[in-house]
């Protein structure tokens, strides 16, 4: 006869109340379980969606990690088709990108804006990244890009220009002279950040290079593996890979990515509050329960301390009520989570695009068993936090006054 | 009123001087001033006197269930009062047993559940703890009745049920507060010849707070309270 078989008994001896309280339990871990697991799923896109903007690495200059320049590539990494050959070598590397930033002003002949450029390799930057989702007019770069671009819609609005038309880059090169090259307007990029979507201008590698007179020199290389477990052990493999051709940063994409861990502690802060607020429901609901439960049986409490039984058992029962409290309403709470989680993601409900993505996806709460497992672990230790102190009261009543409480 | 079965046993349990005082309200009230009293092995002591006149406290602090103001309670020897919680209930679940005007059943138990319940606290093993809960609920006439719950069972048969859990660990000493209080006057006698039975075959010692007459006629010692002190004493 242990404290669970006792807390069984009474419980099933208040069924309607116990049915109330599970079923408060139960909204709770279904509320806690869902929520967790959107905040899963929304930590997972964010990230997936960084990762395809920026890679899982990127090797640049020790300085460009923690300098602006001064001028055009001041901070490149020269030999940039050896480094991009070496880096590939590493066994869990599946893409390296060659990118040059640098800015400069582009002009239709009567107009001139300024803008913020991107070189790429196309092809392995189409097949790698998210451009293509942002193509909206127009189609992204073929081949090395030969003379033509793709812009922010922003970029091109302020401009007057469509695709097809003809437009004059300029900017300065390496050595600090001013350059100009003429480029045709290949397709339109729906940035969904408006500052880049007004500035963003992507040409082929060959065609900045001609530019900025940077042959053989990139801003840096954008790496991306075949799994983010990688990355230790691939940063490891690069620097030495990559020691031939001089002192490089290797930089994980979380220390770029200052936007992500903002949003994410955002989300956190936001979910952890409604979390609070839930738990802080069910404490009370159940706390009240727990003290109705100990006022109805102090007569009881004080015959068991009569027969013998120690403050410590009495406090166990009370406490192993809330725990039982907390499984049985966490059972149900998760067929609850199923159901409402279906329902959910058959609803074909559109949710606003997330950061760095162009368009709304379906919403889709993911089945994480963490998620539930941390619902299941909050509710028992809500309820066991719940049941102390009516438990530690009951531990400590008077015998005498419990046996002649009415 | 018949003697007691030995001359001059050794006491089991005893009370020195002991006095208690209850606030109510801004007053301090005296149950019990100045008492002392023994109890042997095996005796059969009736705790009479009116409403107000310190037996319940009296039980209550050679009982253990509460501490007095002043004074000792000792329990074969030992002296309870610097005892911790943990060693006072466990010298109530070994040596005592306690029988209460309402019964006190665990409502949630059934009969032979209750009076296994001492012996769980014990260590006792399932098997064992359920032969001889039956056992002894066949000592007092319900051994059949061993799987019914308390609120099935009527006001007699509850009050063997409670018998037979205040005997479950083999205690020295068995509490009784108006055990008969609640029962009819067939039901109560049948409830005293078994106590009387049990006193007898099993060498219990019993102290009884009553106001029942029958009670009292069927004790060892009657000790007569009056204003919580003890007027007297009589075989």
Known sequence: ?406 | MSAPRQSSPPPVLEAESVSKSYRLGASLVTAIQDVSLSVASGELIALKGPSGSGKTTLLNLMGLLDRPDRGVVRVGGVEAEGLDENARSDLRRDQFGFVFQGFNLIPVLSAAENVSYPMALKGVGRQERRRRAIELLESVGIGHKHAVRPDLLSGGERQRVAIARALANGPRVVFADEATANLDSHTADEVLGLVRRLNESQGVAFLLATHDPRVVARAHRVVHLHDGRILDQAP
């Open chain 1, 1 to 406: 006869m242990n404290a669970f078989s006792l807390a069984y008994r009474n419980l099933a001896r208040q069924r309607r109340r116990t049915l109330l309280i599970e079923a408060v339990v139960a909204f709770g871990f279904a509320a806690l379980a869902l929520a967790t697991g959107f905040m899963i799923q929304s930590f997972d896109s964010l990230r997936a969606a960084m990762i395809q903007q920026i890679g899982h690495l990127q090797v640049m200059h020790p300085s460009a990690a923690t300098n602006s320049e001064e001028t055009t590539l001041e901070f490149g990494i020269p030999h940039a088709v050896r480094a991009r050959a070496l880096a590939a070598t590493v066994p869990s590397v599946v893409a390296v990108l060659p990118r040059i930033e640098w800015v400069g002003l582009v002009t239709n002949g009567t107009r001139s804006v300024p803008y913020l450029g991107l070189g790429v390799d196309p092809g392995p930057e189409f097949a790698a990244t998210r451009q293509r989702e942002l193509v909206v007019e127009g189609s992204y770069l073929q081949g090395d890009g030969g003379d033509e671009i793709v812009m922010g819609t922003g970029l091109a609005r302020a401009l007057g220009v469509r695709t097809g038309d003809q437009l004059t880059l300029l900017a300065s090169t390496v050595d600090g002279s001013l350059n100009a090259v003429d480029v045709r307007v290949r397709g339109l990029l729906a940035i969904p950040i408006k500052e880049l979507n007004d500035r963003t201008l992507v040409g082929g590698i060959t065609l900045v290079s001609q530019l900025l007179h940077s042959e053989g020199t990139v801003s840096k290389l954008v790496v991306f593996l075949r799994s983010e477990r990688d990355l230790e052990a691939a940063s490891a493999a690069l620097a030495v890979r990559l020691a031939p051709i001089g002192p490089v940063a290797i930089v994980p994409w979380r220390t770029i990515a200052v936007f992500y861990s903002q949003v994410r502690l955002l989300y956190i802060a936001i979910f952890g509050f409604v979390n609070t607020v839930l738990v802080l429901m069910v404490v009370l609901s159940a706390a009240i329960v727990m003290t109705m439960a100990v006022a109805e049986r102090t007569r009881e409490v004080g015959t068991l301390r009569a027969l013998g039984t120690r403050p410590a058992r009495i406090r166990n029962t009370f406490l192993a009520e809330g725990v039982l409290i907390a499984l049985a309403g966490s059972i149900a709470g998760l067929v609850l989570a199923l159901a409402v989680r279906a329902a959910l993601n058959a609803s074909g409900i559109i949710l606003p695009p997330p950061p760095g993505a162009a368009v709304g996806m379906p919403i889709h709460v993911g089945l994480y068993p963490s998620a539930y497992l941390f619902g299941l672990a909050v509710m028992v230790g809500t309820m066991l936090l719940a049941s102390f102190f009516p438990a530690r009261r009951a531990a400590h009543l008077s015998i005498v006054e419990a046996l002649t409480h009415v």
